[in-house]
C-alpha cells in the first residue's frame, strides 16, 4: 500500500527531524510513535477528494504527505540528493522545497517560477529557514529559458499547478491581474470564467496552446532523462466557489491529452500505486543525466 510506504519515509530519522521543526507537535507526535499502517490510513483520510481545510491540522498533515510523495518519486525514478529541483507556480507554499531539503539532507538545490507577488513574499520570508540553496524567480515559468540553461533541472515539479496554470492563461485574457493582487481575492473570478469557458466547450481552444507553451519552454531546461512531476488533488473550498467538479477532478488526464499530441520527448513513467487521476510523472528521452 502505498499510503504505508509514505508513513515509513516520513518516520525516517532525517525525515522527522527535519519536518519536526515546520509540522505542529501534535502532528510530529504523531508521525513518531503511530504505527506505519495506521499513520498512513491517517495520510490517506486526509487527502481524500475534496479536501476541507476543517480538518485540524489539515495543512500540516497536507505538507507531509507532499513530502513524503516527492521522497518515494525522487527514490523510485533516481534522483540524486545532490539534484537540482525547479518547481511552477509554488505560490507560498513550501511543500516542494521541504521535501529537497529532507531527502537531499541539504545536498540539492531548488528553484521556483512564480508570479504572484504577495505569495512570493510569504514564500521567501518562509523558505528562508531551509538550508538548500535556492532561488525564487518572479516570471511566467514560459520565459524560465531566460534564466536558466538548457538541461538545467534532473526535476520539475507541478504541485497543484496545472490548475493555477491555465486559471493564470484565463485571467490573462480577460484582463485580470494576478501579478499584483491577493490571489484569493480574484480566485472566484478566475473560477467563474472557468465555468464559463467549460461550460460553453471552449476552455481547452483557449488555453491549449498557452499551456503547452509554458510546458515546451520547461522540458527545455529538463536535462536529458529528468522528470516532470505533476500533482493535483481536489479542495473542497474551490468547489463551494463553484468550480465544475468534473473538470476540477480532470487537469491532470486533461494535460496527459494535450501533451500526448504535442509531439514533446517525453513518456510516462508514473510509479505504481499513484493514482493516474491525480498524479503523472514524465521523463524526458535520454539517458538519467549525471553530474
Known sequence: MIATELAKVLQE????????????????????????????????????????????????????????????????????????????????????????????????????????????????????????????????????????????????????????????????QINLDTIHTDWFEILPAMVKEMAIRDQSGTLEDSVKEPFLAIIKAVVDVVKPGGVMIFTHWEYEYDLNLGYPPELYRSFIPLARSWLSQSGLSLEEVTPPGFDPQYRMVLRKSGPVGKE
Open 13 to 172: 530519522e532525517k525525515v522527522s527531524r527535519v519536518l519536526q521543526e515546520w509540522l505542529d507537535k501534535q502532528v510530529v507526535d504523531m508521525i513518531k510513535s503511530v504505527p506505519a499502517e495506521k499513520l498512513g490510513e491517517k495520510l490517506e483520510h486526509v487527502m481524500r477528494p475534496p479536501i476541507s481545510f476543517q480538518y485540524p491540522h489539515v495543512l500540516d498533515w497536507m505538507t507531509a504527505r507532499w513530502v513524503a510523495e516527492q521522497a518515494v518519486i525522487f527514490g523510485e525514478l533516481g534522483i540524486t540528493p545532490d539534484a537540482r529541483v525547479l518547481e511552477i507556480a509554488s505560490g507560498d507554499q513550501l511543500a516542494v522545497p521541504l521535501a529537497v531539503e529532507c531527502y537531499s539532507q541539504g545536498l540539492g538545490s531548488y528553484m521556483t517560477a512564480n508570479l504572484n507577488k504577495r505569495l512570493t513574499e510569504r514564500f521567501v520570508k518562509a523558505a528562508a529557514r531551509l538550508s538548500i540553496n535556492m532561488e525564487v524567480i518572479e516570471a511566467d515559468g514560459a520565459r524560465i529559458g531566460e534564466y536558466v540553461p538548457r538541461d538545467t533541472f534532473h526535476a520539475v515539479v507541478f504541485l497543484h499547478a496545472v490548475n493555477d496554470i491555465i486559471q493564470t492563461i484565463v485571467a490573462d
